[in-house]
Nanobody
Framework: QVQLVESGGGLVQPGGSLRLSCTASGSIFDFYALGAGWYRQAPGKQREFVASITTAGSTNYADSVKGRFTISRDSAKNTMDLQMNSLKPEDTAVYYC?????????????????WGQGTQVTVSS
């Protein structure tokens, strides 16, 4: 089982930026996981899809983050990043990364990969 570790969270003012990074004990992308994504869970809410990327480079974003967040991957470094700009208080959540087939990436409850500890993002003045 590939273990994923998220980092880069913190406290930022509205309008600010953060860059999250996802690393793995094995390859993030492999025969099973042809894609990977970022997810978030705010207090009292269900975990939701934020962004995803496939080995082919295809990206997908939740409507709430389009134009503000950018997902990327570095195969050589085995990392996946999420650049978050123009952050809003409603972006406050614990952010997680996970991996799986592209057709499951938008439905985090259906991903078989284990969830890490996540990284806390707090947007507040």
């Amino acid at each position: 089982q590939v273990q994923l570790v998220e980092s880069g969270g913190g406290l930022v003012q509205p309008g600010g930026s953060l860059r999250l990074s996802c690393t793995a004990s094995g390859s993030i992308f492999d025969f099973y996981a042809l894609g990977a994504g970022w997810y978030r869970q705010a207090p009292g809410k269900q975990r939701e899809f934020v962004a995803s990327i496939t080995t082919a480079g295809s990206t997908n974003y939740a409507d709430s983050v389009k134009g503000r967040f950018t997902i990327s991957r570095d195969s050589a470094k085995n990392t996946m990043d999420l650049q978050m700009n123009s952050l809003k208080p409603e972006d406050t959540a614990v952010y997680y990364c996970n991996r799986g087939p592209p057709w499951l990436l938008m439905t985090p409850d259906r991903l078989r990969g284990s969830w890490g500890q996540g990284t806390q993002v707090t947007v507040s003045s």
